[in-house]
């Protein structure tokens, strides 16, 4: 089956520790973003990448780094320099940047840091 | 700047209810596309609908239909005869820019739904 893969599903962290989320997708998109969820608030972006070996920054990259070295797979690591990152972390891929497709989205990762 | 409002946190409704919920959109461009993504407990966002800003049709499937109404700005779905299934966050979103690659979500809406 084809989908997207998230892993760990829940993940603790001690404060000052960087900290590496994975992302996998076997549906062939060029497309993957990497999305934040607050309670009581939507999505919002971290990163994306259009294609393999190019990413961008979202409205809240700050405190995140990522890399897309191979089409399938956009880790995102949470650095010590982001200064809240206990939340629900969302990885999404979609067929292409450049079409108005549905985005395909992981079961997540929640990060706690203690 | 583009901004989804979905005015409504929580609706708590009793099964066999029909429920809407509201989403109004900002943007001034003239090329977007409109989705619902429903979240389950389990935390995955899944596909609902996409309607583009050209096509004001409302759609229908199964219990679920969706009004689409540019006068308003509003992209608003209700479910028919509610099911405890339907427990969920339901996100309204607007993808904007070229190929729509900027997607913008609204803070979604939690439905309760009690047998």
């Known amino acids: 089956d084809g989908g997207i893969t998230q892993s760990p599903k829940y993940l603790f962290r001690k404060e000052g520790q960087n900290v590496t989320l994975s992302c996998e997708q076997n549906l062939n998109h060029d497309a993957m973003y990497w999305y934040r969820q607050d309670p009581g608030q939507g999505l919002r972006l971290i990163y994306y990448s259009q294609i393999v070996n190019d990413f961008q920054k979202g409205d809240i990259a700050e405190g995140y780094s990522v890399s897309r070295e191979k089409k399938e797979s956009f880790p995102l690591t949470v650095t010590s320099a982001q200064k809240n990152p206990t939340a629900f972390y969302l990885c999404?891929?979609?067929?292409?940047?450049?079409?108005?497709?549905?985005?395909?989205f992981g079961p997540g990762t929640r990060l706690t840091v203690l | 700047a583009q901004k989804v409002t979905q005015a409504q946190t929580e609706i708590s409704v009793v099964e066999k209810e029909d429920v809407t919920l509201d989403c109004v959109y900002e943007t001034r461009d003239t090329t977007y596309y409109l989705f619902w993504y429903k979240q389950p407990p389990s935390g995955e966002l899944v596909f609902l609908i996409r309607?583009?800003?050209?096509?004001?049709q409302n759609e229908i499937s199964g219990r679920y239909s969706w009004n689409f109404q540019k006068s308003t700005s509003s992209f608003n779905f209700t479910i028919t005869a509610s099911q405890v299934v339907d427990s969920a966050v339901y996100f309204c979103a607007l993808s904007v820019g070229t190929g729509g690659f900027k997607t913008i979500f609204g803070a979604g809406t939690r439905l309760f739904v009690k047998a």
């Open positions: 309607r583009n800003s050209f096509d004001e």
């Open positions: 999404a891929s979609r067929i292409s940047s450049f079409s108005y497709n549905e985005q395909f």
